[in-house]
């Protein structure tokens, strides 16, 4: 009986060790998703860019877009990473006396910054060398995350503008068509990434 028990145990154990490892290979391959997308959206907005500019059509929004596009990961990784480690007080050497004032510690303050640095420390905690080959951490994921979903959404408002008027079916068109190609790209990407990780796994290659 004690045997079959101790059997049941480790087979649920396997099975949430299998859940754990998918979950992280899908968070793995959906940050390196994210990258590639971020990197073709840019190359697609210079292409609009430059023709639009020595044409004389309306470069503005690309530009805005292409510049929130570019730089809003590394805002939000700013705003997620914790900055107080240069704070931390250098230790005492002299004993305090009775008649020294003793200050009370400041109350730490749980930041957004704080919940993200509690949960990078357990990013991967049974394929840690995907972090490591990757470069995967949560705090990028989540500022990579953040960045494509309100640049899709600056795609989706330039789309609504009135852009009937160019004569051309690139430029009219360009915003709807640069949306596409990036949601396209993140999810053929993450079944890519998904597909040779685990195939990379097997075959020891990680």
């Known amino acids: 009986m ?24 899908h968070l793995v391959s959906n940050y390196r998703a994210l ?3 971020k990197h073709i959206g840019t190359l697609l907005l210079i292409l609009y860019f ?6 004389g059509f309306d470069e503005s929004p690309a530009l805005y877009i292409l510049l929130l596009h570019n730089i809003l990961p590394a805002v939000f990784f700013f705003l997620f990473t914790n900055k107080n ?22 109350k730490k303050k749980h930041t957004l910054s704080f919940s993200f640095a509690k949960e990078m420390e357990a990013d991967t ?11 995967y951490s949560r705090v990028k994921y989540q500022s990579n995350s953040i960045s494509f979903l309100l ?15 160019t004569n051309f079916y690139l430029y009219r068109y360009m915003p709807v068509a640069i949306l596409a190609v990036i949601v396209l790209t993140r999810f053929i990407c993450i079944i890519f990434y998904e597909c040779y990780i685990h195939y990379s796994l097997r075959s020891g290659g990680i």
């Open 85 to 106: 480690n240069s704070n931390t007080k250098s230790p005492r050497i002299l004993k305090p006396s009775a008649y020294d004032e003793v200050k009370e510690e400041p």
């Open 50 to 55: 430059a023709p639009a500019a020595i044409t």
């Open 35 to 37: 990258l590639i997308a």
């Open 151 to 165: 640049t899709c959404f600056f795609l989706y408002l330039w789309q609504q503008q009135d852009l009937t008027q």
């Open 125 to 135: 905690p049974l394929l840690p060398q995907l972090k490591k080959k990757y470069q």
């Open 2 to 25: 004690k045997k079959w028990i101790n059997f049941e145990v480790s087979m649920n154990t396997t099975k949430m060790e299998r859940k754990k490892i998918t979950h992280e290979i």
